[in-house]
Nanobody
Framework: QVQLVESGGGLVQAGGSLRLSCAASGRTFSSYFMGWFRQAPGKERDFVAAINWGGGSTSYADSVKGRFTISRDSAKNTVYLQMNSLKPEDTAVYYC????????????WGQGTQVTVSS
């Protein structure tokens, strides 16, 4: 059974940094895309970043390019989201998700971790 467990959220001032972690278990993820999404109050869940676990290629939402970095540590089966230069508009619940490389949608989701950026 696939499990994704996020951690690392919290309260930070604007301009600060946080690193989110997503511990993945239940299978080998070398043929998966791992993604980070976020949902602010009253808004839809939005894509933030993704990484091809096997090849390491990455993609980002325009709103976070140059500030956020997604990475993975295969030895620890963990995906990270390093968030720098945080803005109040980055405030949201952040979710980790996984999908097979041939899947059209993310199949597995974590429970989410709250990130709050104060101005």
């Amino acid at each position: 059974q696939v499990q994704l467990v996020e951690s690392g959220g919290g309260l930070v001032q604007a301009g600060g940094s946080l690193r989110l972690s997503c511990a993945a278990s239940g299978r080998t993820f070398s043929s998966y895309f791992m993604g980070w999404f976020r949902q602010a109050p009253g808004k839809e869940r939005d894509f933030v970043a993704a990484i091809n676990w096997g090849g390491g290629s990455t993609s980002y939402a325009d709103s976070v390019k140059g500030r956020f970095t997604i990475s993975r540590d295969s030895a620890k089966n963990t995906v990270y989201l390093q968030m720098n230069s945080l803005k109040p508009e980055d405030t949201a619940v952040y979710y980790c998700a996984a999908r097979g490389v041939t899947s059209m949608k993310y199949e597995y989701w974590g429970q989410g971790t709250q990130v709050t950026v104060s101005s």
